[in-house]
T-cell receptor
Framework: DGGITQSPKYLFRKEGQNVTLSCEQN?????MYWYRQDPGQGLRLIYY???????QKGDIAEGYSVSREKKESFPLTVTSAQKNPTAFYLC????????????FGQGTRLTVV | AQSVTQLDSHVSVSEGTPVLLRCNYS??????LFWYVQHPNKGLQLLLK??????LVKGINGFEAEFKKSETSFHLTKPSAHMSDAAEYFC?????????????FGSGTQLTVLP
């Protein structure tokens, strides 16, 4: 089955630690995205990538970093500079084009302890 | 800049009655519009999309939406609610900003279905 796999489903981080969230897709999509979801605020774009070895900041990139070394993979690192990292993180992918929908993973819930 | 406004943060209906979830958008270009559904602690699933073809769009699970350019609206409807429809619904607009494709999400509407 084609799709997007995010891991882990739940992640706990101590303050001051960096953590990496995994996102893998086998849909052969060029574009991949990371969103942050907080209650009552919809989804906010953190980073996106149109092609391998290229990525762009979204609306709330501070405290996050990404890499795109392979077409299938787009990991997100939440650094210690992110002051309020507790949230639900969603990865998505799409064909690069105006009229194409994004496909979403099942999400990772990150909690700072 | 594009934006999406979901006019109701919460909607409650009885099982078997119609559902109406309202969405208004603004966009500099002819946008693509989508409705997604999210069940608790899950990813988003596409319900339907509008891409400048027919203005009445049919989606999965009996949902449909009508694109009204004059009203800049894209409301989601279903004739008869089912308990399994209880979830959060997001209206999304897709537009081009420079060379970048941007998806802008509404803040969501939580649908409750009462027995």
């Amino acid at each position: 089955d084609g799709g997007i796999t995010q891991s882990p489903k739940y992640l706990f981080r101590k303050e001051g630690q960096n953590v990496t969230l995994s996102c893998e897709q086998n849909l052969n999509h060029d574009a991949m995205y990371w969103y942050r979801q907080d209650p009552g605020q919809g989804l906010r774009l953190i980073y996106y990538s149109q092609i391998v070895n290229d990525f762009q900041k979204g609306d709330i990139a501070e405290g996050y970093s990404v890499s795109r070394e392979k077409k299938e993979s787009f990991p997100l690192t939440v650094t210690s500079a992110q002051k309020n990292p507790t949230a639900f993180y969603l990865c998505a992918s799409s064909i690069w084009g105006m009229n194409t929908e994004a496909f979403f993973g099942q999400g990772t819930r990150l909690t700072v302890v | 800049a594009q934006s999406v406004t979901q006019l109701d943060s919460h909607v409650s209906v009885s099982e078997g009655t119609p559902v109406l979830l309202r969405c208004n958008y603004s966009s500099s270009y002819s946008p693509s519009l989508f409705w997604y559904v999210q069940h608790p602690n899950k990813g988003l699933q596409l319900l339907l999309k509008y891409t400048s073809a027919a203005t009445l769009v049919k989606g999965i699970n009996g949902f449909e939406a009508e694109f009204k350019k004059s009203e800049t609206s894209f409301h989601l409807t279903k004739p008869s609610a089912h308990m399994s429809d209880a979830a959060e619904y997001f209206c999304v607009v897709s537009d081009l900003t420079g060379s970048a494709r941007q998806l802008t999400f509404g803040s969501g509407t939580q649908l409750t279905v009462l027995p």
